[in-house]
């Protein structure tokens, strides 16, 4: 089977940097993603990590290691509006997509 | 291109009735993967329709079906309606790629069970 954990919930201040963590277990791993989710609305998708390192896509930056089962994102200049829930997945093709407990970020003034 | 759409939006519904929910996914999507959400646990995999076929199944009872048409569109059904039903149900559509298959969320549907 496949489980993803994370942490349930996360505060940090605008302006500053926050880090989400993912642990997953999986049989076939092919990549981890990540997910937003903002009160009232539907998940959409962030990054997609298949090979360790770090991926930066503007304020947003994934972060995967293979060896540990192990993946982060991570939000810089933290605003407002990036106040909602982050999930990671992992899954695709013939492997149904399983989403982590869900991460729900608040960021205060 | 036009996104997920899903219908209805909103349900109100007794303990002991049925509903059937509908999906249509992104043009050329033909994977369709529905999921349950309800506050705090998370995004619950239900099942998941390629070509018709049902390819993957979470751990829900049998009250909790779903079936794919030739067009990709897709329809779920709950019977026998309970409480602890009610919650949020979504679905996703994508290409089915191994590697970085991006979801492609609907709106939801907002199941209320009283």
């Known amino acids: 089977g496949q489980s993803l954990e994370q942490p349930s919930e996360v505060t940090a201040v605008e302006g500053a940097i926050v880090q989400i963590n993912c642990t997953y277990q999986?049989?076939?791993?092919?990549?981890l993603s990540w997910y937003q989710q903002h009160d009232g609305g539907a998940p959409t998708f962030l990054s997609y990590?298949?090979?360790?390192g770090l991926e930066e896509t503007g304020r947003f930056s994934s972060f995967l290691s293979r060896s540990d089962s192990y993946g982060y994102l991570l939000l810089q200049e933290l605003q407002m509006k990036d106040s909602a829930s982050y999930f990671c997945?992992?899954?695709?093709?013939?492997?149904?997509?399983?989403f982590g407990t869900g991460t729900k970020l608040q960021v205060i003034p | 291109k036009a996104g997920v759409t899903q219908t209805p939006r909103y349900l109100i519904k007794t303990r002991g009735q049925q509903v059937t929910l509908s999906c249509s996914p992104i043009?050329?999507?033909?994977?369709v993967s529905w999921y349950q959400q309800t506050p705090g646990q998370g995004l619950q995999f239900l099942f998941e329709?390629?070509?018709?076929?049902?390819?993957n199944k979470g751990n829900f009872p049998g009250r909790f079906s779903g079936r794919q048409f030739s067009n990709s569109r897709s329809e779920m059904n709950v019977s026998t309606l309970e409480l602890g039903d009610s919650a949020l149900y979504l679905c996703?559509?994508?290409?089915?790629?191994?590697?970085?298959?991006?979801?492609?969320f609907g709106p939801g549907t907002r199941l209320t069970v009283l």
């Open positions: 990590n298949a090979l360790d």
């Open positions: 996703a559509s994508s290409l089915d790629k191994r590697t970085n298959n991006e979801q492609f």
């Open positions: 043009s050329g999507h033909r994977s």
């Open positions: 329709y390629f070509s018709e076929t049902q390819r």
């Open positions: 997945a992992v899954g695709g093709g013939y492997q149904k997509v399983t």
């Open positions: 999986t049989s076939g791993f092919y990549g």
